[in-house]
């Protein structure tokens, strides 16, 4: 395909829509699609960190389409703000990414009392998402979840006590997300299917962005000596499955898969549990307002 | 229960073809295809030891553990049933399959899949490497060991196999997790091979770490390397030694996402001499891990 401009047929440039644009694998997902010729709609926290990454698009793609959306992901009307923004940018969208997360160190708690966590990981592209659907529906689209193996790391969703108000533990809270990423995945394939729409869930691996930066000493430590050893993963080499799987569709068929390194992979056993899936989508659906 | 080694493995694959040509010119063993569409990849006398079965998903689905014999088989279903494991009996189908008198199936609780199964049944046809590979160290050391995944059930693992007439602790290992230091649990059966199960207190793609197959000569290791280089096999870890069983060996990625350890020289224990040891490095030298 390099070389070859992504096309709807209908001569229009492919739209991919790709949160936590500014660096890691956000970056290194919209530079790949820029390369394919998609027309990117950039979403990023900082508008400095924006601009700056707007320049390193843009240099040596001549003729890039890439627009920005800044939003901040623990604020659900920012987020809704956004969407609203997208919409206004694009008639349809064939590639949604929703890659923008964090971990953390401690509790804390959005302004609307959730846990940050909770509320940027999933609230936020789960609120995105659905507010997107029709344009999701028109491509109709790939919608790619950045999760994570971390989602092993925790039995199931803590059901009774998802914002963690008790026994906080930042790299529960990240896992709880990161299951929270598969089951939503799941549910959207098993919602839309019918219409075209795939879903996705990516294990992108180890990769040495800024994204440990914000997490506990232990995690930090951990990723520092992946990196000093060598087994921590570039930005690049963690976009490449979401770059893959945005660029051929086919693969993630039948909708709904949980893929690492090009490979369909089975989650974790709580990741296959359609039940949960319906379940935290109708929670979910409460919690941004749209039940 | 007494279980006697680890008779074979299942390996899930969306196309058995990558599988078998990685079985016969990177691994050497030899591959034969089933008209149930399974591939079975033989490394001895026994029928198969990895049976590659059609999935959507690719990875290890079931290691599977053989006792003694009929009498055994059946207390061995009595013994789990009775502590409240859930039990999957297996089906004249499913023995066909696997090539055993009996089967049944049950999940640890990390939620692997495990299977005991008894009698297992062969035509004895001799083992012919397509590639030149000496042999493979199975006889009474099974054909191998299973390494797992077991982030947030570690205890409840242990507990679990480590009861009379399961399993025995062979060693501990630490290496860094996401969490601080994370523990692996080396353990035995009723055999000599220092370990054919272990489980790994960290997150990894799909549960299963690695599969290890033993050839009968260093020569062997060094041949597959060869081979690892001409076929352009993902090589994840550097040739080394390990200190608790002393195998020379070195990682590879397999079509299933999981690695397969390839090494020889592995230790025959005598456990009633052995006196469990921790260990904080892996490797006497190399295994040199890779992005």
Known sequence: MEGLKAEDGMGAPKVAVVSGATSGIGLATARALVGQRFRIIAMGRHSGRASAADAEL???????????VIADFSRLADVRRAAGDIVRLTGHIDVLVNNAGLLLDQRSTTEQGFETTFAVNHLAPFLLT???????K???????????????????????????????????????????????????????????????????????????????????????????????????????????????????????????????IAPSAAGQDDDGARRLWTISERLVGQA | MRIIELGYVLVGAPETSEWRRYATDVVGAMAIDDPSGALYVKTDMRAFRIAVLPDRDAGLLASG???????????????????????????????????????????????????????????????????????????????????????????QVMEFWTKPGRFGLSDILHVPGPSGAARINFLHCA???????????????????????????????????????????????????????????????????????????????????????????????GHQWRA
């Not at chain 1, 843009?58 to 920005?68: K, L, S, T, V, Y």
């Not at chain 1, 659905?130 to 999701?136: A, G, H, M, N």
């Not at chain 2, 002393?246 to 990625?253: A, T």
């Open chain 1, 130 to 136: 659905t507010s997107l659907l029709p344009l999701l």
């Open chain 1, 138 to 264: 028109a491509a109709p689209a790939h919608v790619i979840n950045v999760s994570s193996v971390g989602h092993t790391m925790i039995d199931d969703m803590r059901w009774h006590d998802l914002q963690m108000e008790r026994d906080f533990a930042p790299l529960a809270a990240y896992a709880q997300s990161k299951l929270a990423n598969v089951l939503f995945t799941r549910e959207l394939a098993r919602r839309f299917h019918g219409e075209g729409l795939v879903a996705s869930a990516v294990h992108p691996g180890l990769v040495a962005s800024r994204f440990p930066l914000t997490g506990g000493a232990d995690t930090r430590a951990y990723y520092a000596a992946a990196q000093a050893s060598g087994e921590a993963l570039t930005s690049e080499q963690g976009a490449d499955t979401v770059v893959w799987l945005a660029t051929a569709p086919g693969a993630a068929l039948p909708s709904g898969g949980y893929f690492a390194e090009r490979r369909r």
């Open chain 1, 58 to 68: 843009r240099a040596g793609a001549e003729g890039a389409e890439i627009d920005w």
């Open chain 2, 65 to 155: 553990w053989l006792v003694p014999d009929e009498p055994d088989f059946f207390r061995a279903r009595s013994e789990l049933a009775n502590d409240g494991v859930i039990i999957e009996d297996g089906t004249e189908e499913g023995a066909g399959l696997r090539k055993v008198q009996g089967y049944f199936a049950f999940r640890d609780p990390a939620g692997h899949r495990h299977e005991i199964a008894w009698g297992p049944i062969s035509d004895f046809t001799p083992f012919v490497s397509p590639v030149g590979v000496s042999g493979f160290v199975t006889g009474d050391m099974g054909l191998g060991h299973v390494v797992l995944a077991a982030p947030s059930s570690m205890e």
């Open chain 2, 191 to 285: 055999n000599p091979r220092q370990h054919s199960l272990a489980y790994a207190g960290l997150p990894v793609p799909g549960g299963c770490i690695h599969l290890m197959l033993e050839a009968g000569s260093v020569d062997d290791v060094g041949r597959c390397l060869d081979r690892v280089a001409r076929h352009d096999v993902p090589l994840l870890a550097t040739l080394g030694r390990h200190v608790n069983d002393e195998m020379i060996s070195f990682y590879m990625r397999t079509p299933g996402g999981f690695a397969l350890e390839f090494g020889a020289g592995g230790k025959r224990m005598d456990w009633s001499e052995h006196l469990v040891f921790e260990t904080t490095r892996g490797s006497d030298w």
